[in-house]
């Protein structure tokens, strides 16, 4: 039986949707008039908190006022010091103590957009939380690297656990093996050690596993190495693939595309299509339009270099011959027929059986 094209929910970055009680606006604002002008003049460009939502690098700052990249970096780490040790700080700390407790309800580590994501709907806003987060004292940034994308946290035993875990967990996977989320969580909870139980739920692990670079999942919520042909999905060729497999069986190129569109919402025309799958050596031409994974064990080629195949390893009979090609090809009997009668490449012994010429 065909399996069905419709795909499981995908388990992607999810908005983690916060829901705080107190003005960002009006925390900001309090914040900044706690520090001289031009330390509130950077931290207002650099974290984009006036009328522009854009924020400025220490060097644009640095050429609005003919000052070095260093000067400007050495202003703005003062304005935050500046903050840190005022009245105003220390009378809002509910406030920040409720942004810390968010992050902990995530999981006590969280992919930057995700946070942000969660935290605001507007650009505005988010550069608000950017900068309370940088000004908090109990919420540390790790930069983007080649293995983690961005991320905050509140608790460096559990970040640690995670990081470790993470790599151990890609380590552990084939370059091209692929699992279902149920599994990829399963995996990923045995590599941790030493996390607090209230964290390893199904939601926070997810979430978890999307704080990696080197493992990702596919629009199927299949879970795998980042860079393996089953989880990245870059093109036609790759949704093509997700299709076929999904389907369980060989497809026509006409209906490939139509998946495309009914399955990933991504446009795919016929045409392009069929040249994209004749392109790539994943798919394998079974039948007339028909294409086959060739990771299900069929090997390219026309009809006449499938009988060479079988007919390589014995002599088969004429009824023989048409049941083991029929198992890799969807053609007629008649079209295998006239191949095997073609004594440029096939010949008839005496006992009736067929060989190669």
Same mark, same amino acid.
Not at 120 to 138: H, I, M, P, Q, Y
């Given at each position: 039986?065909?399996?069905?094209?419709?795909?499981?929910?995908?388990?992607?970055?999810?908005?983690?949707?916060?829901?705080?009680?107190?003005?960002?606006?009006?925390?900001?604002?309090?914040?900044?008039?706690?520090?001289?002008?031009?330390?509130?003049?950077?931290?207002?460009?650099?974290?984009? #908190? %006036?009328?522009?939502?854009?924020? &400025?690098? *220490?060097? =644009?700052?640095?050429?609005?006022?003919?000052? +070095? /990249?260093? $000067?400007?970096?050495?202003?703005?780490?003062?304005?935050?010091?500046?903050?840190?040790?005022?009245?105003?700080?220390?009378?809002?700390?509910?406030?920040?103590?409720?942004?810390?407790?968010?992050?902990?309800? #995530? %999981?006590?580590?969280?992919?930057? &957009?995700? *946070?942000? =994501?969660?935290?605001?709907?507007?650009?505005? +806003? /988010?550069? $608000?939380?950017?900068?309370?987060?940088?000004?908090?004292?109990?919420?540390?940034?790790?930069?983007?690297?080649?293995?983690?994308?961005?991320?905050?946290?509140?608790?460096?035993?559990?970040?640690?656990?995670?990081? %470790?875990?993470?790599?151990?967990?890609?380590?552990?996977?084939?370059?091209?093996?692929?699992?279902?989320?149920?599994?990829?969580?399963?995996?990923?909870?045995?590599?941790?050690?030493?996390?607090?139980?209230?964290?390893?739920?199904?939601?926070?692990?997810?979430?978890?596993?999307?704080?990696?670079?080197?493992?990702?999942?596919?629009?199927?919520?299949?879970?795998?190495?980042?860079?393996?042909?089953?989880?990245?999905?870059?093109?036609?060729?790759?949704?093509?693939?997700?299709?076929?497999?999904?389907?369980?069986?060989?497809?026509?190129?006409?209906?490939?595309?139509?998946?495309?569109?009914?399955?990933?919402?991504?446009?795919?025309?016929?045409?392009?299509?069929?040249?994209?799958?004749?392109?790539?050596?994943?798919?394998?031409?079974?039948?007339?339009?028909?294409?086959?994974?060739?990771?299900?064990?069929?090997?390219?080629?026309?009809?006449?270099?499938?009988?060479?195949?079988?007919?390589?390893?014995?002599?088969?009979?004429?009824?023989?011959?048409?049941?083991?090609?029929?198992?890799?090809?969807?053609?007629?009997?008649?079209?295998?027929?006239?191949?095997?009668?073609?004594?440029?490449?096939?010949?008839?012994?005496?006992?009736?059986?067929?060989?190669?010429?």
């Amino acid at each position: 039986m065909a399996k069905s094209t419709k795909p499981a929910p995908k388990a992607t970055k999810k908005k983690a949707k916060a829901e705080l009680s107190f003005d960002t606006q009006a925390l900001v604002k309090r914040l900044l008039a706690e520090v001289p002008e031009r330390a509130r003049e950077v931290l207002t460009y650099r974290f984009g #908190l %006036g009328t522009s939502s854009s924020r &400025d690098t *220490l060097e =644009a700052i640095g050429e609005r006022w003919s000052i +070095t /990249r260093e $000067r400007v970096r050495q202003i703005e780490a003062a304005g935050i010091e500046s903050i840190r040790a005022s009245k105003g700080f220390k009378d809002s700390q509910d406030s920040f103590k409720e942004l810390s407790a968010h992050i902990e309800s #995530l %999981g006590g580590i969280v992919p930057e &957009d995700v *946070l942000l =994501a969660g935290l605001a709907t507007d650009e505005k +806003t /988010r550069n $608000r939380f950017r900068f309370l987060l940088v000004v908090g004292s109990s919420f540390f940034r790790e930069r983007e690297t080649d293995d983690f994308y961005a991320r905050w946290h509140v608790d460096h035993k559990t970040a640690e656990a995670v990081h %470790g875990a993470l790599s151990r967990l890609y380590e552990s996977l084939d370059d091209a093996e692929v699992l279902s989320e149920g599994d990829i969580v399963n995996r990923f909870l045995d590599e941790l050690k030493g996390v607090n139980s209230a964290y390893q739920n199904e939601e926070i692990l997810k979430r978890w596993l999307t704080i990696s670079k080197t493992i990702g999942s596919n629009p199927l919520a299949e879970w795998g190495r980042a860079n393996a042909p089953a989880i990245r999905t870059k093109g036609i060729r790759d949704y093509a693939y997700l299709v076929i497999k999904q389907k369980g069986e060989p497809m026509h190129f006409a209906d490939v595309a139509k998946a495309i569109v009914t399955v990933f919402n991504k446009k795919a025309h016929v045409a392009t299509t069929h040249n994209e799958l004749i392109k790539d050596s994943r798919f394998v031409l079974v039948g007339r339009g028909l294409y086959a994974l060739a990771e299900w064990g069929y090997s390219p080629g026309v009809v006449r270099d499938v009988i060479r195949t079988v007919l390589a390893k014995k002599s088969l009979t004429r009824e023989e011959v048409i049941k083991e090609v029929k198992k890799v090809r969807y053609v007629k009997d008649n079209t295998i027929l006239v191949n095997l009668g073609d004594t440029r490449h096939f010949k008839r012994l005496k006992d009736g059986t067929y060989s190669v010429a």
